[in-house]
């Protein structure tokens, strides 16, 4: 008895380390869902008519609904970089996506803190399986998922590999495994178009995903599910939007594009569904907080045009944009018995916020880091603390800028370009431009840009200099 007393004692203590909200309730499993290019206006629940997504819509009347939310940046890579290490586009190790020219911008390094090593620490057992795209083979391992806190890892490490949804390898942890598909034309990142499709490449990471949780049941756990739907095959032009069955979409008068869009959303609703089901047949589901999103806004590629599905909703922009369209996302959370049911915050919360939230449930401390913790959000209470700003910087796009500090929101389209300034409060669609009636908003925002980050060696900013002088 006296044994069990102490072995008691120990685990309160692991529980309760922090000083919030989460020393309250027991560590919860984590899982994160991350979808690939799925718009604001992507979801039943964020008003979309024309696809169907009866499982996150029933997530989102069984939890809470962020109309608030934002991504790390409007591109993939440094998107999930701010998820992983907690910081915005001013501090974060990757702030664009550098494919080939340069790997190691692409790639996280030893000395970073991400959350599955902080979690790993903390006892939990990790696992990503989907696509990564912050390390790979060769002259970015500092950045592989196992060298990164997680003890598994299943899906693609190169994003240009995760292009392919019917690839001729995937990798488990460092070793490739080997898929019936066939691709003439594969590159040296894994990139191309298959002409013999045996192997559909998210159902193999779904199947992996509900694996892992049932190996891992016992015991708290943190998964990162990272589905590669919907983004486009680029490498296959028009023909982009792969998927083995358009389903209910088939005899629709669409485009081909827009029909195979509808359909991986709808497959991606489904597989969402079938780990829910899991939690709840383990009997899981009250031990496991589920957060879905999406990693930056709707694509216009691969012949799938989001204007006529309304996939950024009633924002202006997507992908590539800094305005709200390319960084506002979908996010729903879902914890029976602790998040409430049914429920909408327009708290506004940044990926970066990830990290000292998965901190508080584990019991332990963040860190340094540019988030918050948005534990009393999810646990239906008081929201103290609230970011003086957000930041976000592009550079594919000419280093672009944006910041939001309150209702006030400061776009730039490149160095020595004047910015432009927006309301939210009365207009969410960046509409109207208010730069002129306000100068003195825009001189703060501007000095918060400017105080908001730090120069990285891996992605000067461009000479503001017009060309030529």
Same mark, same amino acid.
């Given at each position: 008895?006296?044994?069990?007393?102490?072995?008691?004692?120990?685990?309160?203590?692991?529980?309760?380390?922090?000083?919030?909200?989460?020393?309250?309730?027991?560590?919860?499993?984590?899982?994160?869902? &991350?979808?690939?290019?799925? *718009?604001? $206006? =992507?979801? /039943?629940?964020?008003?979309?008519?024309?696809? !169907?997504?009866?499982?996150? @819509?029933?997530?989102?009347?069984?939890?809470?609904?962020?109309?608030?939310?934002?991504?790390?940046?409007?591109?993939?890579?440094?998107?999930?970089?701010?998820?992983?290490?907690?910081?915005?586009?001013?501090?974060?190790?990757?702030?664009?996506?550098?494919?080939?020219?340069?790997?190691?911008?692409?790639?996280?390094?030893?000395?970073?803190?991400?959350?599955?090593?902080?979690?790993?620490?903390?006892?939990?057992?990790?696992? &990503?399986?989907?696509?990564? *795209?912050? $390390? =790979?083979? /060769?002259?970015?391992?500092?950045?592989?998922? !196992?060298?990164?806190?997680? @003890?598994?890892?299943?899906?693609?490490?190169?994003?240009?590999?995760?292009?392919?949804?019917?690839?001729?390898?995937?990798?488990?942890?460092?070793?490739?495994?080997?898929?019936?598909?066939?691709?003439?034309?594969?590159?040296?990142?894994?990139?191309?178009?298959?002409?013999?499709?045996?192997?559909?490449?998210?159902?193999?990471?779904?199947?992996?995903?509900?694996?892992?949780?049932?190996?891992?049941?016992?015991?708290?756990?943190?998964?990162?599910?990272?589905?590669?739907?919907?983004?486009?095959?680029?490498?296959?032009?028009?023909?982009?939007?792969?998927?083995? @069955?358009?389903?209910?979409?088939?005899?629709?008068?669409?485009?081909?594009?827009?029909?195979?869009?509808?359909?991986?959303?709808?497959?991606?609703?489904?597989?969402?569904?079938?780990?829910?089901?899991?939690?709840?047949?383990?009997?899981?589901?009250?031990?496991?907080?589920?957060?879905?999103?999406?990693?930056?806004?709707?694509?216009?590629?691969?012949?799938?045009?989001?204007?006529?599905?309304?996939?950024?909703?009633?924002?202006?922009?997507?992908?590539?944009?800094?305005?709200?369209?390319?960084?506002?996302?979908?996010?729903?959370?879902?914890?029976?018995?602790?998040?409430?049911?049914?429920?909408?915050?327009?708290?506004?919360?940044?990926?970066?916020?990830?990290?000292?939230?998965?901190?508080?449930?584990?019991?332990?401390?963040?860190?340094?880091?540019?988030?918050?913790?948005?534990?009393?959000?999810?646990?239906?209470?008081?929201?103290?603390?609230?970011?003086?700003?957000?930041?976000?910087?592009?550079?594919?796009?000419?280093?672009?800028?944006?910041?939001?500090?309150?209702?006030?929101?400061?776009?730039?389209?490149?160095?020595?370009?004047?910015?432009?300034?927006?309301?939210?409060?009365?207009?969410?669609?960046?509409?109207?431009?208010?730069?002129?009636?306000?100068?003195?908003?825009?001189?703060?925002?501007?000095?918060?840009?400017?105080?908001?980050?730090?120069?990285?060696?891996?992605?000067?900013?461009?000479?503001?200099?017009?060309?030529?002088?």
């Amino acid at each position: 008895m006296r044994c069990l007393l102490v072995l008691l004692a120990v685990a309160g203590t692991l529980i309760g380390h922090g000083t919030g909200h989460a020393a309250t309730a027991p560590r919860p499993n984590i899982v994160f869902i &991350l979808a690939d290019d799925l *718009g604001y $206006g =992507d979801l /039943g629940c964020y008003g979309q008519t024309h696809i !169907r997504t009866p499982r996150l @819509d029933r997530m989102a009347a069984e939890g809470l609904r962020f109309t608030r939310a934002y991504a790390g940046s409007t591109v993939c890579a440094p998107s999930r970089c701010s998820l992983m290490t907690g910081r915005h586009m001013g501090h974060a190790r990757v702030r664009g996506n550098a494919g080939r020219a340069n790997p190691l911008a692409q790639a996280l390094r030893a000395e970073d803190r991400t959350v599955a090593r902080l979690l790993q620490q903390a006892g939990y057992t990790t696992a &990503l399986i989907g696509k990564w *795209g912050l $390390g =790979d083979v /060769g002259a970015a391992e500092s950045g592989l998922p !196992r060298r990164q806190g997680f @003890d598994y890892f299943f899906g693609y490490l190169n994003q240009r590999h995760a292009h392919n949804y019917h690839p001729t390898f995937l990798w488990r942890n460092e070793a490739r495994v080997p898929l019936r598909n066939t691709v003439p034309n594969e590159d040296a990142d894994g990139a191309g178009v298959s002409d013999n499709r045996a192997e559909y490449a998210p159902d193999l990471l779904t199947a992996e995903a509900l694996a892992f949780i049932r190996r891992a049941q016992d015991r708290p756990f943190f998964l990162y599910f990272c589905p590669i739907i919907p983004h486009a095959n680029n490498e296959a032009g028009p023909a982009g939007m792969e998927v083995p @069955d358009l389903g209910e979409y088939r005899d629709r008068d669409w485009p081909p594009a827009q029909k195979a869009h509808a359909a991986m959303v709808t497959r991606l609703d489904r597989d969402v569904g079938r780990i829910l089901d899991l939690l709840r047949e383990l009997g899981l589901e009250e031990r496991t907080l589920v957060i879905f999103s999406s990693d930056n806004g709707p694509h216009r590629e691969g012949g799938f045009d989001p204007a006529r599905t309304g996939s950024s909703g009633p924002l202006r922009g997507i992908k590539r944009d800094l305005y709200e369209g390319g960084i506002r996302v979908p996010l729903i959370a879902r914890w029976p018995g602790h998040v409430p049911a049914g429920a909408v915050t327009e708290q506004v919360i940044a990926f970066w916020d990830f990290f000292p939230t998965a901190a508080e449930l584990a019991g332990v401390e963040a860190g340094p880091g540019d988030g918050l913790s948005f534990m009393p959000t999810l646990l239906g209470q008081p929201q103290e603390k609230q970011h003086e700003y957000l930041y976000w910087e592009f550079f594919e796009g000419g280093f672009k800028q944006a910041i939001l500090a309150g209702t006030w929101k400061g776009v730039r389209g490149g160095p020595g370009r004047p910015w432009e300034l927006y309301d939210l409060a009365s207009d969410p669609a960046e509409t109207r431009d208010l730069a002129a009636v306000h100068p003195e908003i825009v001189a703060r925002l501007e000095q918060l840009a400017r105080t908001a980050r730090a120069n990285s060696p891996d992605w000067p900013v461009p000479d503001k200099r017009p060309p030529g002088r």
